[in-house]
């Protein structure tokens, strides 16, 4: 079993910065692919970024890429979020999976946290 809990959403202008958290607690975080995922309402679950906890080899979505960064640090998941566009706006969760791979699809994860809200304002 993997716990996750997410912090760091809130409230921020077009162009402003938010750096979510994901602690993360359970098991051996070594041997976990980590991810960032986003949604809003009637929509599904999109990919943003993902990363392997030991590795380092990190993936992004488009809308990412240029803007965002995802590293680990002790037993805690990050996502830098610069350049902030009014369409960052939705619930950010963190994910885990016992993979050798960094995966994109949220059906690949075993372990969610709860979520925090982004909104960035025009």
């Known amino acids: 079993q993997v716990q996750l809990i997410e912090s760091g959403g809130g409230l921020v202008q077009a162009g402003g910065s938010l750096r979510l958290s994901c602690a993360a607690s359970?098991?051996?975080?070594?041997?976990?692919?980590m991810g960032w995922f986003r949604q809003t309402p009637g929509k599904e679950r999109e990919f943003v970024a993902a990363?392997?906890?030991?590795?380092?080899n990190s993936v992004y979505a488009d809308s990412a890429k240029g803007r965002f960064t995802v590293f680990n640090a002790v037993n805690t998941l990050y996502l830098q979020m610069n350049s902030l566009k009014p369409e960052d706006t939705a619930v950010y969760y963190c994910?885990?999976?016992?993979?050798?791979?960094?995966?994109?699809?949220?059906?690949?994860?075993?372990?969610w946290g709860q979520g925090t809200q982004v909104t960035v304002s025009s």
């Open positions: 359970g098991r051996t975080l070594s041997n976990l692919v």
């Open positions: 990363i392997s906890w030991s590795g380092g």
């Open positions: 994910a885990a999976d016992a993979s050798a791979e960094v995966r994109k699809h949220a059906w690949e994860y075993d372990y």
